[in-house]
DNA sequence: CTGTTAGCGCTTTCAG
DNA sequence: CTGAAAGCGCTAACAG
């Protein structure tokens, strides 16, 4: 039924290992044998089984990507990133999702190794001991994308997120805001929860002012809890002229909280964040955020796993990637 | 150096088919028996081999999914109901992007067949002859998600994007709108182009009225295609009060273009459009659409072609799911 | 309930 | 430049 390379040997003549050769482009092949190895395979529709070649070779040229959810757009223009390069380097991508949920990850951990992936790119919230037990059994390569561990021995690609965060609250500093309300997210969320709040506190505490713990909200991420977290901003009177969201979606669902009360942003409320999701720019007014550089940190993780994976040099393993503020039109100076 | 089902036979003193029926949950062992094998596993860290079983049992429990742009939200959220539903049934998936082009598209439906997959998911635009043809070489179920073809012969799973976008255009005429312009998209894309394209006129037509060329430009689906196109009536001087856009990304590129202008919607202009996208919910004015369920069309492709893998009786094979007119606010009744 | 024995389709020494 | 042969780690009859 379905056609070997066996078939193909015996179609064309040769032995199987000649049209392992010409399959597997080994240039230790007469021409003229080459020629009708191909014959052979064009006759007979011959398709190369890449799993009897991962058995016996034990390489499967597919890596394993644990992503939390891939319907975020943070997340899937990473994975856009990761996919580009690993397509550019012959590996395919067997993706899991995970929810950010512990059980979840260690378990798609396990079925990815099982396959046989070559490498194993992670995303996702915090690294724990049970990771790092789990990535311990694995004899492959891994790289985490967007997230780092404590002990930095693991390889692992993402931006500055403290520093980002401090850029975004100190760029509302130098255009003279002081009352600076922070929608921030869980901290339990090391990257973009704790991270980012500690970004802003140490901002604030730079510019001299101390930090007003009644300014401070703590959402989900999310564009409803920044509209949320904003709306008890104004409901509770807070005499804010600007507002830091450590996410995009939540700083943009702080600006209609703001639109919905009748004031204006940036004339009554600036505000800005860190990320730059495509929607950034396709609201009203265009957000003025920190870019956090989504398709490269998949792309560099990716790349950095393909050279893991060939034992190539690495020159760097902790991989910091530069953020940049994007001046738009949601923050203003204070006059 | 790495465990085999073989050392666990020799640790547990049984056979290899004994080890690998207690792998495979089969239910003709002792349960002592079972036991020995589980402390063997446990003990020497045994972690069964996929590409092998693969090998042998010709089932990798694996599908591929070809996705034009991982990156697009439309897609991603399709793509997050395909991987829950295959992860419900023990699959996982390779995902490979395609950016609808055709040459790729085919080459990675070939390397996806190579990779043994179980299965095959295919989303993007337009399905050719040449497709075709490579589906036909495949000996697995294909399911086409998202899109489907003349002949209906594969497997499909869609909503009905003509009637989708008559609905849209009905609700503008129900309103009292009649001077209705069309933001389209490229015609060769046959559902979101063309399809809908052809629900405009065909609600025009069925309302008695003419369509009127003037009102009709066509974007390329993106929201700055939709602020350029709306700006375009504006500067012409049309004199439409409402637009249809055939994606959220258009209408709220046009939404953005009014406003710029200093117009509102819907007082000024009504918009509405196709799709209901998650940032249908996160602009002001909240954009009234017909919601495509992007989930359940990645979910049920999924799940039929579950059902197909292991052949069981399929009912319907030609899917269309319900669309639904999502009232928010950025249309308003002709007054 | 358990063991034996063929392969699955390919790569990879090792010879020549 | 080419061929023979030994596996890769597992499943699936088949026999008992």
């Known amino acids: 039924m379905t056609v070997t390379i066996y078939d193909v040997a015996r179609e064309s003549g040769v032995s199987m290992a000649t049209v392992s050769r010409v ?19 064009e006759k007979l529709g011959y398709r190369p089984n890449a799993v009897a070649r991962g ?20 997340f899937s223009e990473v994975a856009r990133g990761v ?9 395919n991508i067997i993706l899991c999702n995970s929810d950010k ?28 001991e049970d990771h790092i037990h789990a990535f311990k059994t694995a004899s492959v390569p891994i790289v985490l994308c967007g997230t780092k561990e404590e002990s ?3 390889p692992s690609v993402d931006i500055d997120h403290e520093k980002a965060a401090f850029d975004a609250v100190q760029a509302l500093l130098n255009e003279g805001h002081r009352d600076i309300a922070l929608i921030g ?21 730079d510019a001299g002012l101390t930090v007003n713990e009644d300014l401070i909200q703590v959402g989900n991420f999310r564009y409803d809890s920044g509209l949320e977290k904003m709306k008890y901003f104004l409901e509770s009177n807070q005499n804010v002229t600007a507002v ?56 560099v993780s990716m790349r950095l796993l ?25 923050v203003k100076r204070l006059t």
């Open 23 to 41: 399959v597997n482009n080994n240039p230790n092949v007469k021409p003229q044998t080459r020629k009708k190895v191909f014959d052979a395979i």
């Open 55 to 74: 058995l016996a070779s034990k390489k499967t040229t597919t890596v394993g990507v644990v992503i939390p959810d891939i319907s975020n757009t943070i």
């Open 83 to 91: 996919e580009d390069i690993a397509n550019m380097y012959r590996y």
């Open 101 to 128: 949920k512990k059980e979840k990850e260690i378990q798609v951990i396990n079925t990815l190794l099982e396959k046989q992936v070559d490498g194993l790119l992670f995303m996702g919230g915090t690294v724990t």
């Open 152 to 154: 930095e021995n693991i």
């Open 185 to 205: 997210g869980n901290f339990k969320d090391l990257a973009k929860g704790f991270a980012r709040y500690q970004g802003y506190i140490k901002a604030i505490e």
């Open 244 to 299: 830091f969201a450590v996410t995009d979606e939540m700083a943009i669902g702080a600006i209609h909280a703001i639109q919905d009360a009748g004031l204006k942003v940036p004339e009554d409320i600036s505000v800005i964040s860190v990320d730059n999701i495509r929607m950034a720019s396709m609201v009203r007014p265009l957000l003025t955020t920190v870019a956090q550089p989504m398709y490269d940190i998949g792309a």
């Open 306 to 330: 393909t050279k893991l994976m060939v034992n190539e040099e690495i020159e760097q393993s902790q991989i910091i990637l530069p953020h940049e503020l994007i001046q738009r039109n949601s």
